[in-house]
């Protein structure tokens, strides 16, 4: 089993449509998803539009979940986070 990916799709102090290019760190990376300006797929919502994007970034088990961006992480959401993590332990062998 391939180890799942963290991938923090982050708006605020780390936007990456606000990174310079050229001020990069040797091996940070950006990935830039256009932003959806009322296109049809709008009735997707976040994991909608997403989801092609885990793919093909990580083609393992993926868990995409929104997080209010107001009220940040909170505990339920940590909870969410910590139920897909025990959903990926492999069960012991059959012997």
């Known amino acids: ?49 997403r989801h092609p994007l885990r793919v093909w970034l990580h083609p393992g088990p993926g868990l995409l979940h929104h997080v209010n961006p107001r009220i940040g992480l909170r505990e339920d959401d940590f909870r969410t986070l910590s139920d897909f993590a025990r959903s990926l332990a492999a069960p012991p062998p059959a012997g």
């Open 1 to 49: 089993m391939r180890l799942p990916l963290l991938f923090l799709d982050v708006d605020g102090p780390l936007n990456p449509y606000a990174a310079q290019p050229e001020r990069r760190p040797a091996g940070y990376t950006t990935i830039r998803v256009p932003r959806n300006n009322g296109s049809p797929d709008e009735s997707l919502g976040l994991t909608g539009r």
